[in-house]
């Protein structure tokens, strides 16, 4: 049997998803049910009118699989949806979604009647995930493609164990949370069906994740720098350095003592300019003038995290292979932006948005802010999302992130520049692997060009193990060495990070006034 998605219609977004989890795909037609029975799922992208109803329906008889938003198929073997807001969707806990948390939305919903996983804002069940018309379906109150084409942003508040939450302006919908959903569905159709799940593995050979560490320089003095980078050196974790220009433009040659550390760009004066124009002049100008000093710059990340398609059409003229802007994505692997009407091609390398200072402006003290990231590198871990953190040198934190390092490399888990990451993934992305499952077995295409990208496959089995093996042309299943899937503990006051505080958003407002005034 071939693992393998059906797109039905075109969606540029949906290939992008696919292309990220590094699962196989092809485009079939419903109308006429060319290329379904090829694939051991069907991806449903638009409204789907009776002939592709039809197909689907016997798709579901002969057992197979359907995932799809369930307004685009209401109808299908009876089902039914309801209008619901959804400005989130929240875990209830079920195994099924192991890998969600919270997931932000904003949009009006069309809900399954048969939804029994995962919560809306009003307690109740949103996504429908089992048996359906002798098959097995994922019905999705939303529709990915539509949400993940918001660009918006807004000021969200993390999860943590202290009274007054850390926040950050960051994209309006979570990005990762939405992936993380689609892929935990693709686990459970083909789980549904007695087969593993098999995708390309998202850190370099069998590394069950990274640590990658940003620092975004913001005026920082030269002890601050010099401290930063002892500390760095001493716990072995090489960092990727954005600088403020402005700020050290009269020593910029003294970043060439970070040995084996990166040099990017953060902008030359720290604000964010309305006229794209100006905007262009500052990042070129900065680029300049770290080029003079004797830096190959190969990212960088804007002022505050910005990013808007505009901006990133300006960032694409800078001729750089990647950014990092959490405006646009956070917590989440590497992707391209994928929207309707613009072409965007500089890669995005997310971190988490929450720094010391975010902590800091909530009142935490340093033994809090320990805690706070410890517990946020377990939870990504858990979910196989990147450890990837980002401060400020002006931010004195000490021990914090000694701490964070050690726990780290501790458990295995190797750091990585950014650079590093954003050419791995570029190598990555170009792959189109070929799958095929029988009884014990894998079968994997493109073998040579996965080994040549240090690029693994990831097998879950119904059993709730998954195992990391090299690529090869027929993998024993019995005999690879499987481990126990992580079940993220899910914080019972996740909600709180929703509701309002007066407290929060008097703090939103203060902090960006000052950096209006910046």
Known sequence: MNLRAGIAGRSALWEHLLQREGFPWTHVDLA?????????????????????????AQVL???????????????????????????????????????????DLGVQGQVPREALHLRTPGGMHA?????????????????????????????????????????????????????????????YLHHARSMPYAHLWHYPGTRRNVLS????????????????????????????????VAAHEPWLAHFARCEEHEIGLHCYRHRINDDLLEQEADWQRGLALIRAAGFTPRGMAAPFGTWTPELGQVIDRLDLVYSSEFSYAYDTHPLLPVLPGVRVRTLQIPVHPVSTGSLRRAGFSVPHMKAYFLAVADTLRARDLPLAFYHHPTQHAPGVFELLFDHCLGQGIMPMRMDAMAAWWTDRMGLMPSFRIGDGWLESGSVEAMHRADVAIHVVFPSSEDALVPAGPRIDLHTV??????QDIIAADVRATREFDPRRAFGDLFTSLLRRLA
């Open 32 to 56: 006429t049910g060319d290329g379904v029975a090829g694939c051991s799922v069907i991806i449903v992208t638009g409204p789907a009118d009776r002939a592709a109803l039809d197909t689907l």
């Open 61 to 103: 008889r002969s057992g197979g699989a359907v995932l799809a938003p369930a307004a685009f198929v209401a109808g299908l073997d009876g089902t039914t949806v309801r209008t619901e807001d959804l400005a989130y969707l929240v875990s209830d806990g079920s195994p099924v979604f192991r890998s969600v948390r919270l997931v």
């Open 127 to 187: 996504v429908a995930a089992g048996p359906l018309g002798g098959g097995v379906a994922v019905l999705l109150p939303f529709d990915p493609a539509l949400v993940l084409t918001d660009t918006r942003t807004t000021d969200r508040a993390f999860p943590a164990q202290h009274d007054r939450l850390p926040t950050e302006r960051v994209s309006r919908v979570s990005r990762g949370g939405v992936s993380s959903l689609v892929h935990d569905a693709l686990v």
């Open 213 to 244: 560490f940003r620092i975004d320089t913001d005026g920082a003095v030269q002890s601050d720098i010099d401290a930063l980078y002892a500390m760095l050196r001493a716990a072995s974790v090489p960092a990727t350095w954005f600088l403020d």
């Open 481 to 486: 060495v499987r481990t126990p899937l992580q």
